[in-house]
């Protein structure tokens, strides 16, 4: 079956530190995403894909960047990790119209 | 952007009765609204949706309503069971891609 994997599942790491969390998906949907997750805030769109090479910010980029070289993986990476960045992260994918959004299991991140 | 606002943030049941969530959104030009039940430690799953073209959509115990001039939508969960128990977000998007998140219901149903 056609799935969306993110590893690690669970990530400590110091400030100032660069971190890559890995997305894969197996759907060979176009469309990739990454959001945070934090409580009172909902899901919130930090970049998003639309194909190979295409990369674009969402509403809270300042500190995040992606890389689309494959169909297949979005990787997300902080620069320089800051406590504000501690977060549980979505990564989700669709095919487009009529093709509902799939989430990943989620990267709990903690930035000490 | 599309800006979303989600109502009740928490919301307590009796098992058995219903519950309903309401949201509201900032740009007109929205057409999709899905609405997405979280369970503790699991990831965002798609429960029901609905296109601007439709005022009212109903799957078994769920149903969802659409006002476009009002510009708000609503979850309603009827019958409510134990397993409703979660945090439900709704969304809307302009053009079924990039989604705009509510912050979420946290809904818990009382035995």
């Known amino acids: 079956d056609a799935e969306i994997t993110q590893s690690p599942r669970h990530k400590i790491t110091e400030t100032g530190r660069q971190v890559t969390l890995a997305c894969h998906q197996t759907w060979n949907h176009n469309n990739m995403f990454w959001y945070r997750q934090d409580l009172g805030h909902g899901l919130r769109l930090i970049h998003y894909s639309y194909g190979v090479q295409d990369t674009n910010k969402g509403e809270v980029s300042d500190g995040y960047s992606v890389s689309r070289s494959n169909t297949e993986d979005l990787p997300l990476t902080l620069e320089s990790a800051a406590s504000s960045q501690t977060s549980v992260y979505f990564c989700?994918?669709?095919?487009?119209?009529?093709?509902?959004?799939?989430f990943g299991n989620g990267t709990r991140l903690t930035v000490t | 952007g599309e800006n979303v606002e989600q109502h009740p943030s928490t919301l307590s049941v009796q098992e058995g009765d219903s519950a309903v969530i309401k949201c509201t959104y900032s740009?007109?030009?929205?057409?999709?609204f899905p609405w997405y039940k979280q369970e503790l430690g699991k990831r965002p799953q798609l429960i029901i949706d609905?296109?601007?073209?439709?005022g009212e959509k109903k799957d078994q115990r769920i149903a969802v309503t659409l006002n476009k001039t009002a510009k708000h939508f609503s979850l309603h969960i009827t019958e409510t069971q134990p397993e409703d128990s979660a945090v439900y977000f709704c969304?809307?998007?302009?053009?079924?891609?990039?989604?705009?998140f509510g912050a979420g219901t946290t809904v818990t149903v009382r035995a």
């Open positions: 989700a994918s669709s095919g487009g119209v009529d093709s509902p959004l799939h």
């Open positions: 969304a809307a998007s302009m053009d079924d891609y990039k989604l705009s």
């Open positions: 609905i296109r601007s073209n439709v």
């Open positions: 740009d007109s030009a929205s057409n999709y």
